[in-house]
């Protein structure tokens, strides 16, 4: 009876520069029957780089954190445009693999 915290940050990447935007969202996502309350509650999660509002390109270091009462500090994974990306804290993002387009990152534990 574990419930999952997704963030997700939209961002825009045009002509190798990154727009970041401040609409990042939070969401709970219920993969099985919620638990009795005051247990197993969802984790924190959080995106700490890139930056709402910032633009980047190159090569980009996202960080996430997520964080659980019950459980301390645990690895999230890290999704670039609905595709999985690395199941940890970190990851090097090499922008120039992406064309002008919106991109969403999105971290989940």
Same mark, same amino acid.
């Given at each position: 009876?574990?419930?999952? %915290?997704?963030? @997700? ?11 970041? &935007?401040?609409? *990042? *969202? ?8 919620? /638990?009795?309350?005051?247990k !197993? ?5 959080? @995106? !700490? *780089?890139?930056l709402?509002? =910032? ?10 954190a997520a964080?659980? %009462?019950?459980?301390? /500090? ?8 609905? =595709?999985?990306?690395?199941?940890? @804290? ?7 693999? &992406?064309?002008?387009?919106? @991109?969403?990152?999105? /971290?989940?534990?």
């Open positions: 009876m574990k419930k999952l %915290k997704t963030t @997700i940050l939209t961002l825009i990447l045009l002509s190798s520069f990154l727009m970041i &935007f401040p609409t *990042t *969202t939070s969401s709970d996502i219920r993969v099985k029957p919620p /638990a009795p309350p005051g !197993n509650k969802a984790p924190k999660v959080n @995106i !700490n *780089t890139p709402d509002g =910032s633009t980047v390109s190159g090569i980009v270091l996202i960080t996430v964080n659980d %009462k019950e459980d301390g /500090a645990l690895i999230a994974d890290i999704y670039i445009d609905g =595709s999985f990306v690395i199941h940890g @804290i970190e990851d090097e993002w090499f922008t120039t693999t &992406f064309g002008d387009c919106m @991109i969403i990152i999105e /971290a989940i534990a």
